[in-house]
C-alpha cells in the first residue's frame, strides 16, 4: 500500500516556476514507478511525466519537454516536478501517481495509487 500527498501548487504568473512535491507513505515506494498527471476542467486526465522507481528513466509529454522536470529522492520517499516556463494552459489539477516496479507509462490505468491532487494556476 502507497498513499500519496501532493504539495506545492498555487497561483504564479506566466513564465513563472513551482516545484511540486508528492511524498508517500510507506516502504515500497522506492519499488514503484511515480507518474504526475494533471487535469483541466472539463478535460480528462492528462500524462505529464513519470520515473522509473530507480530513478534511470523519464518521460515526458510533448507538450512539457524543456520546460519540466521529473525527479525523486528514495531515501526521503519523495516524488519531485519542477515546472518552469510556466503558461496558463499549464492551470490544472496536479495529481502523482504510483505504479509498481515497471508498469509506470503514460495511461492513468497503469497507476495502481494516487494522490488528492494540487491546483496549479498559472495567469496571463
Known amino acids: 500500500q502507497v498513499q500519496l500527498v501532493e504539495s506545492g501548487g498555487g497561483l504564479v504568473q506566466a513564465g513563472g516556476s513551482l516545484r511540486l512535491s508528492c511524498a508517500a507513505s510507506g516502504r515500497t515506494f522506492r519499488s514503484h514507478d511515480v507518474g504526475w498527471f494533471r487535469q483541466a476542467p472539463g478535460k480528462e486526465r492528462e500524462f505529464v511525466a513519470s520515473?522509473?522507481?530507480?530513478?534511470?528513466?523519464?518521460g515526458y509529454t510533448d507538450s512539457v519537454k524543456g520546460r519540466f522536470t521529473i525527479s525523486r529522492d528514495n531515501a526521503k520517499n519523495t516524488a519531485y516536478l519542477q515546472m518552469s516556463s510556466l503558461k496558463p494552459e499549464d492551470t490544472a489539477v496536479y495529481f502523482c501517481?504510483?505504479?509498481?516496479?515497471?508498469?509506470?507509462?503514460?495511461?492513468?490505468?497503469?497507476?495502481?495509487?494516487w494522490g488528492q491532487g494540487t491546483q496549479v494556476t498559472v495567469s496571463s
Open positions: 501517481a504510483a505504479a509498481p516496479r515497471y508498469m509506470g507509462g503514460s495511461y492513468p490505468s497503469q497507476y495502481s495509487y
Open positions: 520515473i522509473r522507481w530507480s530513478g534511470s528513466s523519464t
